[in-house]
């Protein structure tokens, strides 16, 4: 059972537009949500993250929305740029800081 | 400072073979987890040491095990190879529990292990 899902294995956007990318998660025990990007060979680099108390946090050009009663949380890259394209994971953590849970991820691709 | 090291890189194995990984987490940082990354199957979370001992594991069979030394470098063992563990293995490493919340972790650039 997937605890946390991202229904869009891809995307593409134009270079300068708005890119986002969504998450859903099944697990009501979740306290924290992160963001993390992947590039070919490389591991996983964080990028932003939100605790459950929020919905909202902004870091630059990347902000994540979190929808607690639609268990549903958003990352807004704006602009999008060709350097941001890469492998996007949504994760989720409890307040214990247990295993983080990653959903599929989704390829983002950012066209010049 | 630097980052989290996983040695080797790109590993060939023979079905049957056994095989170990290793991670140095950065320093300070006690928290060692490993990771499985598949195209079909994305991450999945393999186990968690801390300070030594095993905090977490995930839903992975007995032929995949690890360890965490006293520096806080760890390995993982997968005896008995199989096809289907092709993949990159990622570890992991975090300062502590708020650290792993706020930032989550901090991930090594993984090995690659092909099985054939």
């Known amino acids: 059972d997937q605890q946390v899902k991202q229904n869009s294995p891809s995307l593409s956007v134009q270079e300068g537009r708005i890119s986002i990318l969504n998450c859903d998660y099944t697990n009501s025990m979740f306290d924290y949500f992160l963001w993390y990007k992947k590039y070919p060979a490389e591991g996983p680099t964080f990028l932003i993250s939100i605790s459950s108390i929020k919905d909202k946090n902004e870091d630059g050009r990347f902000t994540v929305f979190l929808n607690k009663s639609a268990k549903h949380l958003s990352l807004h890259i704006v602009p999008s740029q060709p350097g941001d394209s890469a492998v996007y994971f949504c994760a989720a953590i409890n307040n214990a800081g247990n295993m983080l849970t990653f959903g599929g991820g989704t390829r983002l691709m950012v066209k010049p | 400072k630097a980052g989290v090291t996983q040695t080797p890189r790109y590993l060939i194995k023979t079905r049957g073979q056994q095989v170990t990984l290793s991670c140095s987490p950065i320093s300070g940082h006690r928290s060692v987890s490993w990771y499985q990354q598949t195209p079909g199957q994305g991450l999945q979370f393999l186990f968690e040491?801390?300070?030594?001992?095993?905090?977490n594991k995930g839903n992975f069979p007995g032929r995949f095990s690890g360890r965490q030394f006293s520096n806080s470098r760890s390995e993982m063992n997968v005896s008995t190879l199989e096809l289907g563990d092709s993949a990159l293995y990622l570890c992991?490493?975090?300062?502590?529990?708020?650290?792993?919340?706020?930032?989550?972790?901090?991930f090594g650039s993984g090995t690659r292990l092909t099985v054939v």
């Open positions: 040491y801390f300070s030594e001992t095993q905090r």
């Open positions: 992991a490493s975090s300062l502590d529990v708020q650290d792993r919340t706020a930032h989550g972790y901090t």
